[in-house]
């Protein structure tokens, strides 16, 4: 920080604990937030039992005397740790929702379809695609504000292919150009029910791809 004197500065949370009871607090906190959904047997080892190439200390607290001359608050770390859990909450929460409005995207593409509303199957289909995305991008990090598929996909280590990322590129075009009036013209003449059928299909294909990835099993 400007003005702060050089050096080494140590930087823990407040208290001491081991890793036995740092895995206990997490389970605990776990499955009082319904995070974890069945309880687990946790052992504490000693040193000795749980050998490592690099010798470690007995004892191992950092001093945080020196950061705390600058004004520097250290919480405890049971409280820092139920604030990550409770944003892990959150997250979840956040996914959870995303992934039930996906569907429901997806199914009212599918009813636009039959009711000749082919525009509006577009518009369904990039906003299932463009869900499921963020709620991958929740393991990574808090998904951006952004509706382009293709740097919503990126980074997220999906097995598409080249046809895929052309689906991506064609659902986020549509859906830029149906926020301008002067473009629905054109539009409505290119969106017929050809190819309305055609880009639900491969949406379709699309989406079954990305909801195979892990998560969406527990979500």
């Given at each position: 920080?400007?003005?702060?004197?050089?050096?080494?500065?140590?930087?823990?949370?407040?208290?001491?604990?081991?890793?036995?009871?740092?895995?206990?607090?997490?389970?605990?906190?776990?499955?009082?937030?319904?995070?974890?959904?069945?309880?687990?047997?946790?052992?504490?080892?000693?040193?000795?039992?749980?050998?490592?190439?690099?010798?470690?200390?007995?004892?191992?607290?950092?001093?945080?005397?020196?950061?705390?001359?600058?004004?520097?608050?250290?919480?405890?770390?049971?409280?820092?740790?139920?604030?990550?859990?409770?944003?892990?909450?959150?997250?979840?929460?956040?996914?959870?929702?995303?992934?039930?409005?996906?569907?429901?995207?997806?199914?009212?593409?599918?009813?636009?379809?039959?009711?000749?509303?082919?525009?509006?199957?577009?518009?369904?289909?990039?906003?299932?695609?463009?869900?499921?995305?963020?709620?991958?991008?929740?393991?990574?990090?808090?998904?951006?504000?952004?509706?382009?598929?293709?740097?919503?996909?990126?980074?997220?280590?999906l097995p598409l292919n080249p046809d895929d990322y052309g689906i991506?590129?064609?659902?986020?075009?549509?859906?830029?150009?149906?926020r301008y009036p002067e473009d629905l013209p054109a539009m409505l003449?290119?969106?017929?029910?050809?190819?309305?059928?055609?880009?639900?299909?491969?949406?379709?294909?699309?989406?079954?791809?990305?909801?195979?990835?892990?998560?969406?099993?527990?979500?």
């Amino acid at each position: 920080c400007p003005g702060c004197p050089p050096g080494i500065y140590h930087y823990t949370n407040a208290g001491q604990t081991t890793w036995y009871h740092f895995a206990c607090e997490i389970h605990r906190l776990g499955r009082q937030n319904g995070l974890l959904e069945r309880d687990c047997v946790i052992s504490p080892l000693t040193t000795d039992q749980y050998p490592t190439k690099a010798p470690r200390p007995a004892y191992s607290v950092l001093s945080k005397d020196k950061i705390q001359t600058l004004g520097v608050q250290v919480p405890g770390w049971e409280e820092s740790l139920a604030a990550f859990m409770d944003d892990l909450c959150r997250y979840r929460d956040d996914m959870v929702d995303l992934a039930a409005m996906a569907m429901y995207d997806l199914e009212t593409a599918r009813a636009m379809q039959d009711a000749a509303r082919y525009l509006y199957v577009a518009y369904s289909c990039q906003q299932a695609v463009e869900k499921n995305l963020k709620v991958l991008g929740f393991l990574h990090h808090e998904p951006r504000r952004i509706h382009n598929l293709q740097e919503l996909a990126s980074g997220l280590n999906l097995p598409l292919n080249p046809d895929d990322y052309g689906i991506l590129k064609v659902l986020t075009d549509q859906y830029l150009k149906g926020r301008y009036p002067e473009d629905l013209p054109a539009m409505l003449a290119w969106m017929d029910r050809h190819r309305a059928a055609s880009l639900l299909e491969q949406t379709e294909r699309l989406y079954a791809t990305i909801r195979k990835q892990p998560v969406f099993s527990i979500l």
